[in-house]
């Protein structure tokens, strides 16, 4: 199944949509290796028109290019590559995962193009241990291994609530709790170009319940999409979605809701 409104052929599109489905690091609830067939599916029940932006997906260019196909081998390397490529034909790449671990390889893949860019995460949870349960690359590291590639100045962390002490002291540009308010206040020193990484356990798990790491005292849904809004005028090199896990609760309605989320993000590109 394919994203109904993402009709280009892949020659001819600007955005590209690519699920990443790799949950293998899940020390919670696995299962969000299944949100892109669930995000296309969910797609159905959501309009190309999006009332918060006056725009549709129909007026955009996009291929949706399926989901990367991970061996149980070095599936780093795997997604870097996919993501090199697509950006190699001047492509802007939307990912789906998955876990947050994904966002790895799509900067590793990006940084190769573009020496200096700043990166922006919705985020409950910092994900800024150095080691995970003896893992140095899992969901709960994937922003420390991001760190590693992009100055830490250039990372901003918003709607955090949940990390250890060390994690929040680790960055500067953690905003606790909230996302549109704190964005609102830094959004003109934040270097562009932009990368965009939203994990959808921001959200407060009232409003998307079908997440691998629950966590409560979460944003509303305006509140993440009025967030996004401030992004209409920057300059995006891409974006992921990560951690909606259709298997953890509701499947229907946290689907829809992620689907919507993909529609606004998709509309405030300039492309
Ligand atoms: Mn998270």
């Known amino acids: 199944m394919k994203l109904y409104y993402a009709d280009a052929e892949y020659n001819d599109a600007d955005i590209v949509v690519l699920g990443i489905p790799f949950d293998r690091t899940s020390s919670f609830i696995p299962g969000s290796r299944f949100a892109p067939q669930f995000i296309r599916q969910c797609s159905e029940n959501i309009e190309d028109y999006s009332p918060y932006q006056d725009k549709t997906l129909l007026d955009k260019k996009i291929c949706d290019f399926g989901d990367v196909l991970l061996s149980t081998g ?30 790895l390889p799509i900067i590793r893949a990006l940084k190769q193009g573009v020496s200096t860019f700043s990166v922006i995460q919705f985020d409950a949870h910092c994900d800024l241990r150095d080691e995970y349960l003896g893992d140095k690359i899992c969901h709960a590291t994937a922003m420390r291994r991001v760190s590693d590639i992009v100055d ?47 994990d959808v356990d921001v959200l407060d798990p009232g409003a998307l319940p079908a997440v691998s790491t629950p966590e409560p005292g979460g944003i509303s849904y305006h509140e993440l999409i009025d967030s996004l809004l401030l992004f209409k005028n920057k300059k995006i090199i891409g974006a992921d979605i990560v951690e909606y896990n259709p298997l953890a609760a509701t499947p229907y309605a946290s689907g829809s809701t992620v689907a919507e989320i993909l529609r606004e993000l998709i509309l405030i590109l300039k492309k």
Request: positive net charge; hydrophobic residues 35%.
């Open 74 to 103: 070095d599936w780093v390397s795997e997604v870097e590559k996919k993501v090199c490529d697509i950006v190699a034909d001047k492509k802007l790449p939307i990912l789906l995962g998955g876990e947050h671990t994904v966002t």
């Open 152 to 198: 830490i100045k250039n990372m901003y962390q918003f709607g955090m609530r949940s990390g250890t002490k060390e994690e929040f002291e680790f960055n500067k540009n953690i905003h606790r709790f909230k996302t549109l308010k704190p964005l609102s206040s830094v959004i003109d020193n934040i270097r562009e170009p932009i990368y965009l990484t939203i």
